[in-house]
C-alpha cells in the first residue's frame, strides 16, 4: 500500500490566492512609514506633556509648553518658569533645571518630517502649575495620520 503524500493542486492553488489578497491590502501599509511616524510623535507628545505636569509638581513652579508652527514647524517647547509667584510669561530657569539633552532650561522636541499637527491648542502657549492644572484647559491635539487626539483634562491636567 503506496500512499501518495501531499499538496493537492487546489490546496496550491488556494494557498496562493490567499497570499497574493494579502500581500496587495497589507504590503502597502507595511510599507508607509508615515503611520509608524506619526504614531511615535503622537506617543512622544503625549509623553512630553505628561513629562511637564510631572515637573511642574516636582518643582513646584510654571511649566510653559509652546507649540510652534511656524519658526520651525510642528515643534514643542518645555519651559520652567523661574518666576514664583508666576507673573504669566516664561522667564526660562538657570541651565540644568529641565534635564534637556542641552542642559539648558527648556526642552524640544520636533516632528519627523511629513508629521504635523493637525490641531494645536486654541492658545497656542499654555502651562501647567504648580499643582499640574494647566491653563485654557481642556486641550485637544491632533496629529496628523494619528488615530486618536491627545486630550488634556482641565481640573486634574492628565494626559491622555
Excluded: W
Excluded at 499538496?7 to 496562493?16: A, D, K
Excluded at 533645571?97 to 497656542?124: C, D, E, K, M, R
Aim: proline share 7%; net charge negative; aromatic share 8%.
Amino acid at each position: 500500500m503506496n500512499k501518495n503524500r501531499g499538496f493537492t493542486l487546489v490546496e496550491l492553488i488556494m494557498t496562493m490566492v490567499i497570499v497574493g489578497i494579502l500581500a496587495a491590502v497589507v504590503a502597502p501599509r507595511f510599507f508607509d512609514t508615515n503611520v509608524f511616524q506619526s504614531r511615535g510623535f503622537a506617543d512622544q507628545v503625549q509623553a512630553t506633556l505628561r513629562y511637564a505636569q510631572k515637573v511642574a509638581i516636582a518643582q513646584r513652579r510654571n511649566v510653559c509648553v509652546a507649540f510652534d508652527s511656524v519658526a520651525v514647524p510642528n515643534n514643542i517647547t518645555l519651559t520652567i518658569d523661574s518666576d514664583t509667584p508666576s507673573d504669566g510669561v516664561c522667564n526660562p530657569a538657570p541651565a540644568g533645571n529641565l534635564q534637556s539633552p542641552s542642559g539648558g532650561a527648556s526642552y524640544v522636541i520636533n516632528a519627523p518630517a511629513g508629521v504635523a499637527f493637525g490641531t494645536a491648542p486654541a492658545p497656542v502657549d499654555f502651562s501647567f502649575n504648580a499643582l499640574g492644572t494647566p491653563t485654557n484647559a481642556p486641550q485637544a491635539i491632533s496629529i496628523t495620520g494619528a488615530a486618536n487626539a491627545i486630550i488634556i483634562e482641565a481640573e486634574t491636567g492628565y494626559v491622555h
